[in-house]
């Protein structure tokens, strides 16, 4: 089977079903196996908003069983910053929760009970699904739930911290609640009923009368408080960062301009993409996409140099080189010597004062 794009689940299903496994010919998506089930996961966090496709979007940990075609688990789509690709809405909130800074956990059905997977993984691989699997089977009794729903949580325990840190606060946190089979979201009073039900915690709520009020809120959130996770009566859900966390999160980072560059000259760009915060995607990937071009710019100023030289001496070519192209000096006598030469060409950049 081959389409021209995935445009629904069905379309996983179908191709899953049929042995397809290239899920790059589809988008940004990786895939893990446990049996018959496979996660998707996506790994396009460098993108910028408007060039997600549907694919990428719903594979968040999206689980399927490539035998049956069954959908085991449906996790939140892919959800935005208020603001990133200039979207925002004018509907009512609904509901504004606490962001926590854990791990999402996807609850998933095998024959011998419930699991819980990372965005990316199994609990037979990520550490953060094995703690709240055990954790979820030790202490929480699920033989009522009914079967088409997913319960997604915040995975939040001693041994995993990111930015923020809980102390020895272990936890899953209900987050939200979906129909496996549907897509449709569970109302957070239904969420709430389900919370009290199994016993799970719940994210603060918090209460705002309009969205610019929340807005101002993250000027004053202490940094301990992410921010917040926001439903609006239109459908959408947005991710708004307080202030302080976004500071807090830079110093534990430690990400320069300096290091991006180093990382662009070892050819480490992509990885150090992947890993970022988002909140610094925006202005990391513009420092990567201007030392790129900073380099490809300076690679053609310097064949062009050379290719005009005059090299009957080697004292002929350092003079006329420190004269006319001093900034390139290292770069064309390396160009003379036959030796490599590209990573001199950063070491003119870092020079340089960051491109706006």
Not at 76 to 82: E, P, V
Not at 228 to 241: E, I, L, M, T
Not at 290 to 302: G, S, Y
């Amino acid at each position: 089977m081959t389409l021209t794009a995935i445009t629904s689940i069905d379309d996983i299903i179908t191709l899953a079903r049929n042995g397809f496994t290239n899920w790059s010919d589809y988008g940004d998506v990786q895939t893990h196996s446990k049996g018959d089930l496979r996660i998707f996961n996506y790994t396009t966090i460098a993108k910028g908003y408007n060039s997600w496709n549907f694919f990428e979007k719903v594979s968040r940990g999206l689980i399927i069983n490539i035998q049956t075609g069954e959908i085991v688990a449906r996790p939140f789509d892919k959800f935005f910053r208020w603001g990133e690709g200039g979207v925002t809405t004018d509907a009512p909130i609904q509901v504004a929760t606490e962001k926590l800074d854990g791990s999402l956990g996807i609850l998933y059905r095998e024959a011998d009970g419930y699991h819980i997977a990372t965005r990316g993984s199994f609990d037979n691989l990520s550490p953060q699904a094995k703690w709240a699997t055990a954790y979820l089977q030790a202490n929480f009794d699920l033989s009522e739930l009914p079967t088409e729903l997913t319960l997604l949580f915040e995975i939040i325990y001693p041994d995993y911290s990111v930015v923020i840190d809980y102390g020895e606060r272990e936890d899953l946190v209900l987050l939200a609640v979906r129909n496996r089979f549907t897509g449709d979201y569970l109302p957070f009073s239904a969420v709430e009923g389900l919370a009290e039900q199994f016993g799970f915690t719940l994210p603060t709520i918090y209460r705002f009368e309009s969205t610019d009020a929340l807005l101002e809120s993250l000027y004053t959130l202490h940094p301990a408080h992410e921010g917040y996770v926001v439903d609006f009566a239109d459908g959408q859900r947005f991710k708004f960062k307080g202030e302080g966390f976004k500071k807090l999160r830079r110093a534990k980072e430690d990400l320069t301009y300096e290091r991006v560059l180093e990382s662009v000259a070892t050819g480490g760009a992509e990885e150090l993409l992947k890993i970022i915060h988002e909140d610094r995607m925006d202005e990391v990937r513009g420092w990567v996409t201007a030392i790129q071009a900073q380099a490809e710019a300076l690679e053609a100023e310097a064949q062009q140099a050379f290719a005009d030289a005059p090299k009957d001496t080697r004292r002929d070519f350092a003079i006329w080189a420190q004269k006319d192209h001093k900034h390139l000096l290292p770069v064309l006598i390396a160009m003379l010597d036959g030796e490599p030469y590209r990573h001199r060409l950063f070491r003119v950049i870092a020079n340089r004062k960051p491109q706006s």
